[in-house]
């Protein structure tokens, strides 16, 4: 039985042991890499295959151990398709200056599946990044996983506690006190139609928990701007449905930044699939649910005591009149960390802040959708 079966122009040196074939740099570019029925095609530690504009078909048995598989590519028409059943990758990169990997197959990645050009299209197929180290690297505007036609990007991770944690990196950040369990995070790329004429943006998430009653738990949203459907950002509000899409309920939000394409939302006590819409109209949202619409001038942080801190700083910040507004505590990265819905008062207002859970470094203090300056602080051990 043949070791490998490869169509191709060039294979860059390889040499066996055992009886096993380990090919450090494999480089493809005529019609692609075909496993047949009776092929093996196994690769072993540190090695990396590049796709060059070609794509992947398995009928055989594809075995990946600790290597890379890269796909890149300059061909603007070129789309390098993955076809085939048991496609299981450990870190797969796409690096494509011009056109898509299209998947013709659901697969698995145990460990990372990196962007840093092009986009994976489901092509109404999964990705299954599993319970252990799969996760997402680098998506952006220019590159990420995309699926309007149909497909999710699948992780499991055990929520006991969770504080801002996103599996997978998948863009989903959940706190919670309580035990979660196992739980299953779908996302998906169908747009919902949450209301009649009424769709969200391309973009949401399904969960299934053990455990799903009596949650308290606090969503972070991430999106891309790709993703919008035309909706504007100052307008999205968390919609949630706990019959797979077929009718929808209305939630609301406790803030969201356009600067960092996020959404926030408290106290959800049952988890089921979510995504981010206009507002429902025929509902009034409550005031503490709004956005701040108050100018910059209405808010000025005056000072942020200790500074350097360890445990906990003071917030002292003035308002010219009595409203409803939401600090948030950011990371370096952008990441929001924790929100606190405030009841201003006309004039000086004290706010304390416990940081004794957060790693050494530098966190930023700002008002949510107020265009005013960040306030840094230093946390230390």
């Keep these: 039985m043949p070791i490998l079966k490869l169509y191709s122009k060039k294979i ?9 074939a380990f090919i450090f740099c494999l480089q493809v570019q005529a019609q692609g890499l075909y496993v047949g029925s009776s092929t093996n095609f196994i690769s072993n530690g540190a090695i990396n295959i590049i796709f060059n504009n070609v794509g992947l078909t398995n009928a055989g048995s594809l075995i990946n151990n600790g290597n890379t ?13 993955i076809t085939g059943p048991n496609i299981i990758f450990n870190n797969l990169v796409l690096n494509k200056s011009a056109g898509d990997v299209q998947l013709n197959t659901s697969i698995a990645v145990n460990g990372n599946l990196s962007f840093t050009g092009g986009n994976l299209q489901l ?6 990044l599993g319970s252990g180290a799969g996760t997402l690297v680098g998506e952006s505007e220019t590159g990420r996983i995309i699926g309007t036609q149909g497909g999710s990007v699948l992780k499991t991770a055990v929520l006991t506690g969770p504080y801002a944690t996103n599996p997978g990196n998948i863009g989903i950040y959940i706190t919670s006190p309580a035990n979660l369990g196992s739980t299953l995070i779908k996302r998906g790329h169908i747009a919902q139609t949450v209301a009649l004429g009424k769709t969200g943006i391309y973009r949401y998430f399904e969960f299934t928990p053990t455990n799903n009653t009596g949650l308290d738990v606090s969503l ?14 100052s307008g999205l509000y968390f919609w949630s449905s706990n019959d797979a899409g077929n009718t929808w309920a209305f939630l609301g939000k406790d803030g969201n930044t356009s600067t960092l394409n996020l959404v926030l939302m408290n106290a959800i006590n049952q988890l089921g699939r979510v995504t981010l819409a206009s507002s429902n109209t025929s509902i009034k949202v409550a005031k503490s649910l709004t956005e701040p619409t108050t100018p910059a001038k209405e808010f000025v942080i005056s000072k942020i005591y200790p500074n350097p801190a360890k445990d906990f700083v003071n917030i002292v910040f003035t308002s010219t009149k009595e409203i409803e507004c939401s600090l948030a505590l950011y990371a370096q990265t952008g990441q929001v960390l924790e929100v606190k819905k405030l009841h201003a008062a006309k004039g000086p207002n004290f706010i304390y802040w416990a940081i004794r859970q957060y790693a050494a470094g530098a966190y930023y203090f700002k008002f949510i959708n107020i265009p005013m300056a960040s306030s840094q602080i230093i946390k230390v051990n």
């Design 12 to 20: 860059k040196p390889a040499r066996t042991i055992a009886g096993m």
């Design 69 to 81: 598989i890269t796909f890149t590519g300059t061909a603007a028409a070129a789309v390098s398709a």
């Design 123 to 128: 092509n109404n197929y999964n990705v299954d």
């Design 220 to 233: 972070q949203f991430n999106y891309f701007d790709a993703e919008l459907n035309g909706l504007p950002e």
